[in-house]
C-alpha cells in the first residue's frame, strides 16, 4: 500500500493511496475459491463447481466487494499510519470506475483534520468568582414574590402604580396607518411585569379608570418583527379598569399550600433558603464557566474545520426550527439564514475542540459521583426516577452524553484551580439578574 498526503487549503487534506494489485488479486482469489465448495449452479454437484464457472459468473461483483472492503481497511491503516485526526468524514474518489485484473487500485479521500495544538497557560487566565450568600432580607423578598403569585385583584379608583393590573383597549398606528396586530380589546396589562414594549407600561402610570391615554414609543432595533423594528409608533389606550394587588396572609393555611406539612412559617422560610442557595449556587457556577469559556476562547485561537461548524449549523438551524414551530410559527414565515448561527457555531466548535484536548492533556476521565449524581438530577424531572437512571445505566452510549457534560465540568474545574482568581462579593438579586 503505497500513501500519499498533500494539504489543499486550511485543513483540508487529499490523501492518495494505491492498493497493489497481487494483493487485490490474493482476496478474490481466496473468495472466488471459497464459493467453489459453498454455491449451487444447475448442472454441477454442491462442492464441485469449477472455479472457471464461478469466476464467471461471480468475478466482477467479488472484486467490487473486495475493492470496497480494502479502501475502508486501507484508509484506516493509513490515516493511522499518518498520525492523523479526522474532522470530517471523508470523500473517498476512485481513479477508475471499473478495476480491471491485474491493475493496481487507487483512490483519494478529501478529508479536514484536527491539528494538535498546545492549550496557552491557564495562569494567565483571569477569573473573578462571585461570593454571596441567602440573607434574611432575600428571603423576606422570595416571600413577597410568593404572595403576590397568589394575589387576587380589587378594582380601584385611584391613580394606576407600578404593582396594578389595568384592563384595556388598545389602537396602535405608525404615520397614521395600522399595521398587524395593533389593535387589542379587553387585555390585561400588570404595570412593571415587562411584558409589552419598553415604555408602553411606564406611560400608563398614573392614568385612572375611564381615562384614555396616546403613547409614543419606539419598537426596539431587534423587535421580533422586523418590519416594525426601530419605527416609531402611536398607540391610543383607553382604560376600562385600574385593580390592585390583594396580597394573602402569611399564616398556616398560606405555608400548607407549599407543602410544608407542619404549616410553620419558620419551616417554609428553611424550605426558600436551601432552594434559594441551591439556586444561587448554580448560578455561580455559570457564571464562573461563562468567564472560564470565554477566556479559553480569546487565549487560543485555532483555524476550525469548514464541516463541523457546518454540522453544527444545521443543528442550531434544526433546534430553532423545532422551538418556533412549538411557538405557533408557520414555516412558511421563518426565514433563517445559516449566516444567523455562524458565529455561535464557530464557538461551539472551538470549545468542543478546547475541551477536548484539555481532556487528553489532562488525561481526565469523567468523575463516576459525577456522572451518577447528572444523572440522578435529569432523572429527578421525570414521573419515574430510578426508571431514567437504570435507562441511561442500561447502555453505555446513553450515558456518553452525560460524561460529556461532566468532563466539561471537570476542566472548568481544573482551569478555575489554576487561573488567577478574584473573589468579588455579590448578592443572591444580582446574580439571578445576571441570568436573565
Known sequence: MQVSVETTEGLERRMTVTIPAEQIEKEVDNRLKSLTRTVRIKGFRPGKVPLSVVTKRYGPHVRQEVINEMTQATFRDAIQEQNIELASMPRIEARETEVRVGEDFQYTAIFEVIERFDIAPVQDIKITKPVAGITEQDIDNMMEKLRRQRATWRETDRPAQEGDQLTID????????????NEGKEILVELGAGKFIPGFEEQL????????????LTFPEHYHAKDLAGRQAVFEVK???????????????????????????????????????????????????????????AA????????????????????????LQSSGAQMGDLNLERSMFEEQARKRV??????????????????????????????????????????????????SSIESL?????????????????????????????KR
Open 170 to 181: 388598545y389602537r396602535g398606528t405608525i404615520n397614521g396607518e395600522d399595521f398587524e396586530g
Open 205 to 216: 402610570e398614573g392614568v385612572k379608570a375611564g381615562e384614555e391615554r396616546t403613547i409614543e
Open 239 to 297: 382604560v376600562h379598569t385600574v385593580s390592585e394587588p390583594v396580597l394573602p396572609e402569611i399564616d398556616e393555611a398560606f405555608v400548607r399550600s407549599y407543602d410544608v406539612p407542619d404549616g410553620k412559617v419558620e419551616s417554609l422560610r428553611e424550605e426558600i433558603r436551601r432552594s434559594m442557595q441551591d439556586e444561587l449556587d448554580q448560578a455561580i457556577r455559570d457564571n464562573i464557566k461563562e468567564q472560564v469559556m470565554e477566556a479559553l476562547l
Open 300 to 323: 487560543n485561537p485555532m483555524e476550525l474545520p469548514k464541516g463541523r461548524v457546518e454540522e453544527q449549523i444545521d443543528l442550531l438551524m434544526s433546534q430553532m426550527r423545532e422551538t
Open 350 to 399: 472551538a470549545l468542543g475542540m478546547l475541551t477536548s484536548e484539555i481532556v487528553k492533556q489532562q488525561n481526565m476521565t469523567p468523575a463516576p459521583d459525577r456522572v451518577r449524581t447528572k444523572v440522578e438530577t435529569v432523572a429527578a424531572g421525570y414521573d419515574n426516577p430510578e426508571g431514567v437512571v437504570n435507562w441511561y445505566y442500561a447502555e453505555p452510549e446513553r450515558l
Open 406 to 434: 461532566v468532563l466539561e465540568d471537570q476542566v472548568v474545574d481544573w482551569v478555575t484551580e489554576n487561573a488567577d482568581v478574584t473573589e468579588k462579593p455579590t448578592t443572591f438579586d444580582e446574580m439571578m439578574a445576571r
